[in-house]
């Protein structure tokens, strides 16, 4: 059992450095993207791609040298990565395949539509199996079932229903259309087969409460959107196993100056820990963040720790929007100085800025902008724009 006292900037240092958001880039190239996920557990996917889908932004502001294609690769070609369900749909390391056992096991004992589904599963698989891969589109079962979001055709129950079962992986996509195959022809029978870690759910559950820990670098024993997906986590099960995981040394309690709540991460990052202790001094990197980092899983956290509020706006109505449809936060150093909207115009390649909102305590001067500028450029080289166009008038390329 150990506690940890910080100061708030060396709190910020911590988290940053952890996240590969600090100092020199610490993750580089395919491996970097690998060591980054393999680091955090999962990085979460969603598909609206304004200016890079969530996990390519997650990337790019932490691998140097990413790119859209990197991913692509990883995930499709060579297969170390996954896209199946941790925090909400996320991306993960095949070799992790195994510990999602549970989440397999409770989608084959509820199955939304069984009978229709049931009826014509073992037909599909027959055309996967002669197709290699297919769309919902490639399977000809049209009628309407009851599904999970809304109703849908009973080609794409059956696939999504294979999908969570652990059957069917995603093959590859085209746009956001999904093409599916079999999973035991993609991931070695070492890796499919092998037994989950977790014997108990008790274990499952520290398993879960240590990855998010991990993910995110400093969390708190509270409600929290960043212990999403984690199966069967109650408020009591969470105040058991945080003082279990403490009282093995598993995690550190964390005492942040001027902050009341008590704060954990993980034992192994001890090593980081001392050297924030023992260095006051790293490069700050201007960065542009995604919407659902993993560092902005916890907002209140952040807002405590960092003094910065972010809310994403995408489903507000427009007329309660205080920015933007897709507004992404800006970090300079060790502070969220800002916000900006941008748009990728694939037609034209240009890079649209719409706006930038400064925060009101943030001292400008021309070095940060200088660093703004930089990010917009390397924003619009991951983008594959050509262009970039201010519409926003605070900058000049």
Excluded at 56 to 82: N, P
Excluded at 148 to 171: D, M, N
Excluded at 178 to 205: C, F, G, M, V
Excluded at 261 to 280: G, T
Aim: glycine residues 6%; hydrophobic residues 40%; proline residues 3%.
């Amino acid at each position: 059992m150990e506690q940890i006292k910080l100061t708030n900037k060396q709190a910020r240092h911590f988290i940053l450095l952890k996240q590969g958001l600090m100092d020199n880039y610490k993750f580089i190239g395919e491996q970097g993207v690998c060591d980054y996920i393999k680091q955090a557990g999962c990085i979460q996917f969603d598909p609206i791609d304004v200016c890079g889908k969530n996990p390519e932004i997650v990337l790019q502001s932490r691998v140097k040298g990413f790119s859209k294609d990197m991913l692509y690769k990883l995930l499709y070609t060579d297969r170390k990565l996954v896209d199946y369900f941790d925090k909400n749909m996320s991306i993960f390391s095949i070799e992790d395949w195994k510990y999602f056992s549970r989440q397999r096991a409770v989608y084959k004992q509820n199955v939304r539509s069984k009978e229709q589904i049931y009826a014509v599963i073992d037909e599909i698989k027959t055309i996967i199996i002669e197709k290699g891969f297919v769309s919902s589109k490639d399977v000809n079962f049209n009628k309407q079932v009851d599904w999970y979001w809304s109703p849908t055709t009973l080609s794409r129950a059956v696939l999504e229903t294979l999908y969570f079962q652990g059957e069917l992986i995603i093959h590859h996509k085209k746009g956001t259309i999904k093409h599916y195959s079999l999973a035991n022809r993609y991931i070695p029978e070492e890796i499919l087969n092998a037994h989950d870690p977790n014997i108990t759910q008790e274990e499952y559950l520290q398993w879960g409460i240590l990855r998010r820990i991990g993910a995110v670098g400093i969390l708190w024993n509270k409600p929290s959107d960043a212990w999403l997906g984690i199966g069967g986590l109650k408020s009591s099960s969470r105040n058991i196993i945080f003082e279990k995981l403490f009282k093995e040394g598993r995690i550190n309690k964390i005492l942040i100056e001027g902050i009341s709540e008590e704060f954990y991460c993980l034992s192994e990052d001890k090593p980081l820990i001392e050297a924030v202790l023992n260095n006051s001094k790293f490069i700050g990197r201007t960065e542009f963040i995604a919407p659902l980092d993993n560092m902005l899983w916890d907002r209140k956290l952040i807002n405590k720790i960092f003094n910065y509020e972010y809310k994403w706006e995408i489903y507000t109505p427009i007329i309660q929007r205080k920015y933007g449809y897709y507004v992404l936060p800006v970090l300079a150093g060790d502070s969220f100085i800002g916000r900006i909207e941008v748009i990728n115009d694939r037609k034209s390649k240009q890079l649209i800025v719409k706006n930038f909102w400064f925060e009101n305590a943030v001292d400008i001067h021309n070095d940060l902008y200088e660093d703004i500028r930089g990010c917009i450029e390397r924003f619009a080289s991951f983008n594959n724009c050509k262009d970039i166009v201010l519409e926003c008038k605070k900058f000049v390329i």
